[in-house]
């Protein structure tokens, strides 16, 4: 139990497009998605906290208007890139939790996002 | 400020054993977390402690001392696939994740 899957694995773009990563609990209810950035040999950067039905919450530095998070189910969350930059190549990971307060967080597989 | 500080690599042999610390600062602790993670893949769950002491599983084991902000993992027995990044990660008083910038770990035959 416990999977959380993401999609698309990896997707390469050409830069100024917007470019969408579905990220979907299978066999449970998120009431919490949290999305990480990971840079080459770097360790995971939190960008925002989503809970089910509200507006993310969003850690300092991570522009909402260019991320934008939208979690509109117990089993679905989504990060829009928008007008994405080479910069913003990065290893991109969601992962999930069941209550909102302590409990395991579980990562989906990450997505590659490389802009040209 | 919040902090993790642990190794950023460390070498070890088959078969040996090997420790990996991990120290922590945080506002408020509600657990202290370690991952796997291989290169280009998501991190997997290790362990959880929350409690003083050592918790074993199997060849892994993790050890915490909250009132010096401290934690490790013991790994037993190494395998090549043992070979990965390890992340220590504490959660504080509003269940956030504080990360470490995670150790790697290369096994040598």
């Given at each position: 139990g416990a999977?959380?899957?993401?999609?698309p694995s990896w997707v390469i773009c050409k830069s100024g497009t917007s470019v969408k990563i579905e990220c979907r609990s299978l066999d449970f209810q998120?009431?919490?998605?949290?999305?990480?950035?990971?840079?080459?040999?770097?360790?995971?950067?939190?960008?925002?906290?989503?809970?089910?039905?509200?507006?993310?919450?969003?850690?300092q530095g991570v522009e909402k208007d260019k991320f934008l998070i939208n979690h509109a189910s117990l089993t679905l969350s989504t990060l829009t890139v928008t007008s994405a930059h080479p910069e913003d190549s990065s290893f991109y990971i969601c992962s999930a939790s069941q209550t909102r307060g302590y409990n395991e967080q579980f990562f989906g597989p990450g997505t590659r996002l490389t802009v040209l | 400020g919040q902090n993790i500080d642990q190794p950023t690599e460390m070498t070890a042999?088959?078969?040996?054993?090997?420790?990996?610390?991990?120290?922590?600062?945080?506002?408020?602790?509600?657990?202290l977390f370690w991952y796997q993670q291989?290169?280009?893949?998501?991190?997997?769950?290790?362990?959880?402690?929350?409690?003083?002491?050592?918790?074993?599983?199997?060849?892994?084991s993790s050890f915490l001392s909250r009132s010096k902000g401290y934690s490790y993992l013991l790994l037993k027995e190494l395998q090549m696939k043992d070979s990965?990044?390890?992340?220590?990660?504490?959660?504080?008083?509003?269940?956030?994740?504080?990360?470490?910038?995670?150790?790697?770990?290369?096994?040598?035959?």
């Open positions: 999977v959380v899957s993401q999609h998120a009431t919490t998605m949290f999305w990480y950035r990971q840079f080459p040999k770097q360790s995971l950067m939190l960008m925002a906290t989503s809970n089910e039905g509200s507006k993310a919450t969003y850690e | 042999t088959e078969g040996a054993i090997v420790q990996i610390n991990c120290t922590y600062q945080t506002s408020g602790f509600n657990g291989h290169a280009g893949e998501a991190p997997t769950f290790l362990s959880y402690n929350v409690l003083d002491g050592l918790e074993e599983k199997g060849r892994f990965a990044s390890y992340l220590c990660a504490a959660m504080d008083s509003n269940y956030q994740l504080i990360w470490g910038a995670g150790t790697k770990l290369i096994i040598k035959p």
